[in-house]
Nanobody, 117 residues
Framework: VQLQASGGGLVEAGGSLTLSCAAS????????MGWFRKVPGKNREVVAQ????????SYADSVKGRFTISRDNAKNTMYLVMNSLKPEDTGVYYC???????????WGQGTQVTVSS
């Protein structure tokens, strides 16, 4: 399984970005997928996650009401729509897949999001 994240960039505070994570691999199946971000000097944190079949979502408190996670099962692709971006949202965003509900096993390469004030 390979995950390819894309969509990062530079945006002003208050702006929007949409991240995509395309999964490839024979007969791709997963229990859940998620978005994480890493900021220098801080631990990697989960931003949002979604169960693949039922579409149940959860969000970090810091992004609730601003970010929306979704998936397209037919395209094996997950999205993160980020609105009302803040400078503190700056970081490298990674997508990950949890095949069994046990741990985040597969990781994408990361995409940089920079929000200027």
């Amino acid at each position: 399984v390979q995950l390819q994240a894309s969509g990062g960039g530079l945006v002003e505070a208050g702006g929007s970005l949409t991240l995509s994570c395309a999964a490839s691999g024979r007969n791709f199946k997963t229990y859940a997928m998620g978005w994480f971000r890493k900021v220098p000097g801080k631990n990697r944190e989960v931003v949002a996650q979604i169960t693949w079949l039922s579409g149940i979502t959860s969000y970090a408190d810091s992004v609730k009401g601003r970010f929306t996670i979704s998936r397209d099962n037919a395209k094996n692709t997950m999205y993160l729509v980020m609105n009302s971006l803040k400078p503190e949202d700056t970081g490298v965003y990674y997508c990950a897949a949890d095949p069994s509900g046990a741990r985040w096993h597969y990781w994408g390469q990361g995409t940089q999001v920079t929000v200027s004030s």
